[in-house]
C-alpha cells in the first residue's frame, strides 16, 4: 500500500487547494499541512510555494508526482495480484482514430483469451486520455498526435499515413495541392486535444501557418459526421488512413496531398514511467 502521506501529495497536486484536499481524504487541514511538510524534510526541497494566493508545485514537486503517481498505480496492481484470486482487470484508453478504426482486433483477441477479464475500452481525444492516465484511472493509452514523451513509458505501436479527403469530382481529387489552394475551401476539422487535428496543424506550422490563416474552418468530433459533410461536397477534410480506407475504396472519397508537406503521425502505446506490467501489454499490443 501507498503511504499515506505520498497519498496526500498526490491528491494536494489534484485539488491545489489544502482545504480540498482534506474533505476528499477525511482529514484535517493541519495533518494535510503536516504530511507534506514531512515529505520537504525527507527530500529536503520545497514541493509546493505560492503565487500571491495561488498554490504552484515547484520543480521538485513536479518531479515527485511523476514518481509518485508510477508508485501509487503500481502499489494498487500489486495489491490486486496478490490478493485471492480475482479476474484479470484491464483498462485502456484509446484516441479516437485508433479506438474507431484499429485496435478492435486486439480487443476481441483479448475478450476471447479472457473470457472472465473485467475490460473497459475508452475512447476519446489525447489530451483527455493522458489526464485519466495520469489520474490512475487507465492502465495504458494508445494514442496519437503529439504529447509531452519525456513524462511517459512510450513505445511506438505502429505509422499511418495522414492526407488530405474531398468527394469525388472536386478539384483537389488526385492531386497535389499547395496551402493557398486550401484557403478558398471550408475545412472540417476535429477538436483542440484530438492527435488529428495536432498533426494537421503541426504542418501548417512547419510553413509559418495556422488555422486562423484559412477564413472557414468549422470543428467536428464525430468522424462519420466529417466524412459524410465531405461526401456531400460542404467541405474537405485530413485524416489518418484507417479512419477513410473504407470510403476510398468504395470511391465515395479521394484522397488529395499537400504539395511538399508529406505528413504522416506515430500511435503509441503509453503507460506511466516504471510501469511494472508495461512489458506484458506491449507484448499483447505486437
Sequence with gaps: MLDP???TFLVLCETMNYTRAAERLCLTQPAVTHHIHYL???YGCRLFSYEGKVLRLTEAGVKLREYTRSLAYNSRKVEESMMAPKPLSLRIGASKTIGEF????????FLRDYPE???????DNTQVLLRMLEAGKLDFVLVEGFFEGSRYET?????EEFFG????GHRFAGRAISLTELESERILIREPGSGTRAIFEEALRRENRTLKSYPNVA???????????????LGVSFLYAPAVSGELERGELVRFDLAGLPMSGAFSFVCLKDNLFAADWIAWMQ
Design 5 to 7: 502521506r505520498w497519498n
Design 219 to 233: 470543428t467536428i468530433s464525430d468522424f462519420s459526421t466529417i466524412k459524410s459533410l465531405v461526401a456531400d461536397g
Design 117 to 123: 477479464a473485467s475490460f473497459s475500452l475508452s475512447v
Design 165 to 168: 479527403i474531398c468527394p469525388p
Design 40 to 42: 520537504e524534510d525527507h
Design 102 to 109: 484499429v485496435v478492435a482486433p486486439k480487443v476481441e483477441r
Design 155 to 159: 513505445t511506438l505501436y505502429r505509422k
